[in-house]
């Protein structure tokens, strides 16, 4: 059984075996982007885990560019006896220009030796439920036209397609009207 966690601070070794399983692909909802994951060390690990945690506290302004995220350890039953770290799912509380185009609320990613086992499928239901319970209504998921298996994902767990903008198609969750602009919490970026 999938199930999301918070980054737990004590598993640097499962943290860094998952980012080191993606190599040079990308990293979604794991708050990496753009090409930049870098070498997975205890440092950066501490780094990683401040910097998710202060994205996720509502009490304190996002940074420049950013909104509040909750990211999440995608894990399954073996988990607490020492399983691996599946992947990453990060749930966006708002909606930026970037998002709304081709990010949206939901990014998520299963590390290549976990993948066509039905993870990334499970871990977006899970993923719905928390931006349900964050009062996130609709919810826009996105993937790159190129992202057949994240295609199949989203439409499997009920996306709506909508549209497709800069090669990433957009897909809705929940009841409309479906936003057309940024919300009032999100800034311009990403």
């Given amino acids: 059984m999938i199930r999301l966690t918070a980054p737990d601070p004590a598993r640097f070794e499962s943290w860094a ?12 909802g794991s708050g990496y982007f753009g090409g930049s994951i870098p070498e997975p060390t205890p440092e950066e690990f501490a780094r990683y885990l ?3 945690l202060a994205e996720g506290d509502t009490s304190i302004p996002p940074a420049p560019e950013r909104v509040h995220c909750s990211y999440r ?12 770290l599946l992947g990453f799912l990060a749930v966006r ?3 930026t220009s970037f998002l709304l185009a081709q ?6 990613s299963v590390r ?16 719905l439920t928390e931006a349900a319970e964050l009062g996130i209504d609709p919810v826009l998921v996105c993937c790159a036209e190129t992202n057949e298996a994240s295609r199949r994902t989203i439409e499997r767990n009920g996306g709506v397609y909508e549209s497709s903008i800069a ?3 957009r897909y809705w969750f929940g009841q ?5 602009e940024p919300d009032a919490q999100g800034a311009l970026g990403r």
């Fill in 17 to 28: 075996a998952c980012v080191r399983d993606f190599a040079d692909g990308p990293i979604d």
């Fill in 50 to 52: 401040e910097q998710r």
């Fill in 73 to 84: 350890w995608i894990v399954d039953e073996t988990w607490e006896a020492g399983g691996p």
């Fill in 93 to 95: 509380h708002h909606l």
């Fill in 103 to 108: 990010g949206g609320h939901i990014g998520y």
């Fill in 112 to 127: 290549p030796s976990a993948r066509r086992r039905g993870v990334a499928g499970a871990a977006l239901a899970v993923g």
């Fill in 167 to 169: 090669e990433h198609r």
């Fill in 176 to 180: 409309g009207p479906w936003p057309q």
